[in-house]
């Protein structure tokens, strides 16, 4: 079976009313693009009570319905998170974060699609956080009653939060964590409590104290590995290397079967070592795929991607790298601030304005001018209908961002630079683009 084609060069053949009827009748059969548009429409100034609307609407629905406005405004919320957006959009990600949980608490179904949204919930909610940090030690007071008073849904992973936590909001939470291991008995609060203090001594970077807790728990090949991977991110690899030899796994009998394997035989071990060879978006696929299935694709993620805006300012070709994981991650905003700071190639940025020109016109205007000049370099006929065809786009983008003069004053500067080009011409009158009058047409065609 043949793969679809390319929609893309046939719509944009159509005129706005059409697209407008076609995307129109779509989203009244399709409701989270519906509810989609409707906040895209309410937040473009930035301004979220449709977003709150639509969340108290969303609990009289029914369950299909309720997955699509949140997943409505989940989609907001990235995207206002991807574009930088000025407006404090916390309150938002936990009110979101809170009805979910309590939706899924009443149904007690925590697999599906309402669950993962729950998943993406939390993790928006940290990045707006970090955007705009609320008071560290009531985030702290959120986390701590949603993990011990809370229906076993979200877990929360602390990495993510440590930013705006800060030492306060950490210190507050591990303040709770000591009190709760000194008076429980076994039970979830405890297991809760376990957990956390795991992930402190993570966050805070108390090797010995995470090591300590590691060695506590039952004998298994996963925590031998995460020791493992402990010592060597700390440098300390003749104790990883130790360790390794020494563990080993048993049978139900208690012999000893295997020894485990160094550190680079781990899966994840392995990725991350393909992707410092060689970091670009296919060994960052790699790693994302193996660090998640193990639960650390968080830590693994933010240090890869340091790694990526690291290299990006070396070189065009290491740019493109980096903009294109960020839009293998669904972050085409940041993508395309990536792709302009760090100069991606011509390519990659043409692709990427193409993407963007419906909703940020201004931003591809100076995309598709080099684009113009690029391809009436090539002097042949087919490059010229291609000029004149982005042209015609460029005299639409200038007249959605309010600025049809300046098009104007473009147009004429070209055409004197080119005029002797008398193909190139033929084609802008072609393409029904009106030419400044004082242009005249040379006898041999160029």
């Not at 995207?79 to 009805?99: E, I, N, Q």
């Not at 179904?109 to 705009?132: I, Q, S, T």
């Not at 000591?178 to 956390?196: K, W």
């Not at 960020?326 to 990427?352: H, I, N, Q, T, Y």
Request: overall charge negative; charged content about 35%; some cysteine.
């Amino acid at each position: 079976m043949s793969p679809p084609s390319d929609l893309r060069p046939y719509l944009r053949t159509l005129d706005a009313e059409t697209l407008v009827d076609l995307l129109h009748g779509h989203a009244e059969r399709d409701p989270e693009l519906r509810h989609s548009l409707e906040l895209r429409a309410a937040t473009q100034s930035g301004d979220v009570s449709e977003a709150h609307r639509l969340l108290d609407t969303a609990v009289t629905d029914g369950n299909g319905e309720y997955t699509a406005k949140v997943g409505a405004v989940l989609d907001t919320l990235r995207r206002m998170l991807d574009a930088g957006s000025r407006a404090d959009l916390a309150p938002l990600a936990r009110r979101t974060v809170d009805d979910i949980s309590a939706v899924l608490e009443q149904s007690g179904d925590h697999a599906g699609d309402l669950a993962d949204r729950l998943d993406r919930a939390v993790e928006l909610y940290a990045r707006a956080c970090a955007a705009r940090p609320p008071d560290p030690e009531k985030l702290a007071d959120w986390i701590i009653e949603v993990e011990f008073d809370g229906p076993g849904r979200p877990v929360i992973d602390l990495a993510g939060f440590a930013g705006p936590l800060g030492e306060p909001g950490l210190r507050r939470i591990k303040s709770t964590v000591d009190d709760v291991l000194a008076a429980s008995g076994p039970g979830h609060r405890r297991d809760v409590a376990e957990r956390l203090r795991e992930q402190l001594a993570e966050v805070l970077g108390d090797v010995d104290g995470l090591l300590a807790i590691l060695s506590a728990k039952p004998p298994s090949r996963d925590v031998s590995l995460k020791i493992v991977r402990v010592l060597r991110a700390a440098g300390r690899h003749s104790e990883a290397i130790a360790h390794a030899a020494r563990a080993l796994t048993h049978d139900k009998n208690g012999h000893a079967q295997t020894p485990l394997k160094p550190p680079e035989d781990d899966e994840v071990s392995r990725r991350r070592k393909d992707f410092d060879a060689r970091p670009d978006h296919e060994t960052y696929a790699a790693l994302r795929e193996a660090a998640t299935t193990t639960g650390e694709w968080t830590a693994q993620r933010r240090t890869a991607l340091a790694r990526l805006r690291e290299l990006a300012a070396e070189g065009v070709e290491q740019a493109d790298e980096l903009t294109r994981v960020l839009l293998d991650e669904g972050r085409p905003d940041e993508a395309w601030r990536a792709c302009v700071r760090f100069g991606a190639s011509p390519r990659l940025k043409l692709e990427l304005a193409e993407q963007r020109a419906a909703e940020h016109p201004a931003e591809t205007i100076p995309v598709f001018r080099e684009h113009v000049e690029e391809l009436i370099e090539h002097k042949d006929p087919q490059a010229y209908r291609e000029a004149a065809r982005r042209l015609k786009l460029l005299r639409t983008l200038h007249k959605r961002s309010d600025t049809p003069d300046e098009f104007t004053a473009y147009l004429a500067g070209l055409v004197e630079t080119h005029r002797r080009k008398t193909r190139l011409i033929t084609e802008i009158r072609a393409a029904r683009i009106a030419l400044p009058k004082a242009v005249t047409s040379p006898r041999t065609p160029r």
